[in-house]
């Protein structure tokens, strides 16, 4: 055990800063986000105990490595100590980072190995998530994985299983879970703004290169500097390819495509924000369109997924849609739409609209009755009004309500904050190895569908696939 570290709180607070509302009227100003982050702040400038430090080894250093790593040292008493990586650049890269003294390693047993290391944050390529998660919680240490928890559905329960035996933290490491946005809609959602579901439309689009998964090559990638037989440890033998390695994602084999790697989060939102549990039929279609550099995977799909009627919301329709070449330049929304409006969510903030149905069915316009003899119109809109006030002929909309999430919010770092607790204060994750699954498994099905061309049934409550 190390002594604890000092703590920048001003640095911390810019990250917690009150919430910004810009509300309509009635139930829905809650203020309880702001609440919870001021909570927070105040359990994060408490003084720490020796017992309270936990030391910490990121296994795949690259880009997601490295924000975790930087989340989880933002998070009081959190040390990074070890860290593993195939490539020897980025091995190189986590000494000049994090200091010279931590021990690197090619070998993430080696991590699993030491004592010292209380918790793991795994990310790696997507192949390795369920193989390396095990084996950690097996070691005796709790475990951040990044989504999606697994790379094929058929290891999920696995996980789930080894997690419970082990009763060691396992937190997914989906961000949007601890989004305080998704939190307010989740909360605005439950009050009713919206009405009855019926609909999510959720969008990931992009137009450029590094959005492609197209990253930056090192000068050096070599077999000398890759470790590329570990990293195609227990697949049939496959030649060296250095995008097949620093461009994973492009692979099937490595990656679990746009679905694995992007529908994954949008479900995790939806999840939140309905109580989800999942959906029942799922069906995607895609193409490849320009980003043609030997993937063997779309980067443009569309998926469908039918949400049955649960206790925890009625039955709604989910479309997901992932564009590697969109003219929009790019964007991230996803909309909620009720029978009495909608929640429209944009990175970080969200808008509810309302649009309830007058009672009156509504007369003229684009009707049939300028259609009709000119007494019998007379006489058919003196029934109507006769028949409904003025009241029930109007529509009773609230005005739009638009909410912000603080200035510099950063859900990452709640997610973090969240996995640290739960090792601390056994309080529970936000995002267990179920969630994460149930996240994970209707996106990989879209997979599935796309590949095998069929609608894919999904046992949500079992966690398991279903013939048709
Ligand atoms: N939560 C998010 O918003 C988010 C964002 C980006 C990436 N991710 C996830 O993070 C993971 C990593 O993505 P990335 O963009 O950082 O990829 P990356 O290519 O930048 O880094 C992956 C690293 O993993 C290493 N690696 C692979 N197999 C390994 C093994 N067996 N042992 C040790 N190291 C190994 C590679 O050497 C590589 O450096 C993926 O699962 C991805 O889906 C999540």
């Known amino acids: 055990m190390q002594k604890p570290q000092s703590f920048p709180r001003r640095k911390f607070l810019k990250h917690v800063a009150a919430t910004t509302l810009a509300l309509g009227v009635g139930p829905l100003s809650s203020l309880a986000g702001n609440e919870e982050l001021e909570t927070q702040v105040l359990q994060y400038n408490r003084k720490f105990s020796s017992n309270d430090m936990v030391n910490i080894a990121v296994i795949g250093m690259g880009i997601m490595g ?39 390693t090619n070998d993430y047993r080696k991590i699993l190995q030491r004592k010292e290391v209380d918790a793991v944050v795994i990310a790696t390529s997507d192949q390795w998530h369920a193989r390396i998660t095990k084996d ?27 997690q419970k035996e082990t009763g060691k933290v396992l937190q997914i490491g989906s961000q949007y879970v601890s989004n305080i946005v998704f939190q307010k809609a989740h909360e605005l959602y439950k009050s009713g703004a919206i009405g009855n579901l019926n609909m999510v439309n959720a969008v990931y689009d992009r137009q450029d290169a590094l959005g492609a998964w197209e990253y930056t090559m090192p000068t050096d990638a070599s077999p000398k500097t890759v470790d590329w037989d570990r ?84 039955p709604f329709q989910l479309t997901l849609q992932v564009n590697f070449v969109s003219g929009t330049g790019g964007s991230e929304t996803t909309r909620f739409v009720g029978n009495e409006g909608t929640i429209d969510i944009r990175g970080n903030s969200l808008t509810v609209h309302h649009s309830k149905l007058p009672e009156a069915p509504g007369i003229g316009g684009w009707d049939a009755l300028e259609t009709y003899p000119e007494e019998m119109q007379k006489e058919l809109l003196k029934r109507y009004n006769e028949k409904y006030s003025k009241e029930q002929q109007k529509r009773h909309n ?71």
Not at 239 to 264: M, Q, S
């Open 66 to 104: 490295n924000h975790n790593a930087v989340s989880s040292l933002q998070v009081p008493g959190v040390k990074l100590i070890a860290a593993c990586d195939l490539y020897s650049g980025r091995r190189e890269r986590a000494k000049e980072l994090y200091g010279k003294d931590i021990f690197v």
């Open 398 to 468: 609230e005005p739009d309500m638009t909410y912000r999430a603080p200035e510099g919010f950063d859900s990452s770092l709640q997610h973090h904050i969240n996995f640290f607790d739960s090792i601390r204060n056994g309080k529970p994750v936000v995002e267990d190895g179920v969630f994460g699954f149930r996240a994970a498994a209707p996106a990989l099905a879209c997979n599935q569908s796309y590949f095998k061309n069929k609608i894919i049934h999904w046992d949500a409550e079992q966690m398991k696939l279903k013939e048709a």
């Open 136 to 162: 950690a919680l097996k070691a005796g240490k709790h475990v951040y994985c990044e989504k999606p928890m697994v790379h094929y559905i058929g290891e999920g329960l696995d996980v789930i299983k080894t």
């Open 231 to 314: 990293y195609i440890e227990g697949m049939k033998k496959i030649p060296y390819d250095p995008k097949k390695f620093f461009w994973w994602r492009n692979y099937r084999e490595f990656g679990t495509g746009v679905a694995g790697d992007l529908f994954v989060h949008l479900l995790s939102g939806t999840h939140v924000i309905t109580d989800s549990i999942g959906p029942e039929k799922i069906y995607a279609s895609g193409q490849l369109c320009y980003w043609k550099d030997g993937r063997n995977v779309p980067d443009l799909m569309a998926g469908i997924m039918q949400y049955p009627e649960r206790p925890q919301h009625s």
